[in-house]
């Protein structure tokens, strides 16, 4: 059973097939993860495997994820992740995780934090059409009336408005492993990714259908 694993999106490219279509890739650089912990139902309630990720100076994290490291005999890791399983992991904590869980074909679920765009306006952050450019318009890109007089004498709950913008989780689902390469643990994925380059990425099996072949 696969937990899954966590790496850092590298960028994009495209890979050519045998019969000259292009593929575009997202490529990703995945592991090695040690497991450092695991849970299981019967001792802690859910069923998880807990990996690490990307080795640093121990002064860049703290006491409490140096003393849990050193518990289990690993070395300092910047990032910690746990991964939810419907049944108790096969894992044992020090175990290497890699691309190699994936093979060509797979379909995978990315999680990752969006480029974050800071304040914006409605003509950006959700497409409004804006006013005429011509001059004395008074009506540009401005937001306008935002809601009724009378009644019910408030802005409506929902009504697209200025503010922030991206800095948000999300998740791409059923995007197709092109291509796994195990000796630089890259992983290439069809389609776009969440977040920006450098960009800290999880990848989990996918329980939907790819939605590109």
Not at 154 to 175: E, I, S
Request: with cysteine.
């Amino acid at each position: 059973m696969n937990a899954g694993i966590i790496g850092r999106k590298l960028g994009m490219t495209q890979l050519f097939r045998e019969d000259g279509t292009i593929v575009p890739v997202t490529v990703l650089e995945v592991g090695p993860c040690p497991v450092s912990a695991v849970r299981t139902q019967k001792e802690h309630g859910y069923s998880a495997v807990q990996l690490a990720f990307e080795k640093c100076r121990a002064k860049v994290i703290s006491k409490a994820e140096i003393g849990h490291l050193a518990d289990v005999k690993i070395e300092p890791y910047r990032h910690l992740r746990e991964f939810r399983l419907t049944a108790d992991p096969e894992m044992a904590v020090g175990e290497i995780v890699t691309a190699a869980i994936f093979t060509e074909g797979d379909t995978v679920d990315i999680s990752g934090i969006t480029k974050g765009h800071g304040f914006t306006g409605g003509v950006v952050r959700w497409g409004w059409k804006g006013g005429r450019g011509s001059r004395g318009s008074m009506f540009h890109r401005r937001i306008g009336s935002s809601g009724a007089s009378a009644f019910p004498s408030r802005v409506l709950k929902g009504k697209t408005m200025p503010g922030h913008m991206g800095n948000d989780r999300r998740t791409a689902v059923g995007l197709r492993v092109a291509k796994v390469d195990g000796e630089r643990n890259l992983l290439y994925v069809r389609g776009a990714v969440p977040g920006s380059t450098g960009g800290l990425v999880t990848v989990v099996p996918s329980t939907r259908s790819s939605k590109k072949k």
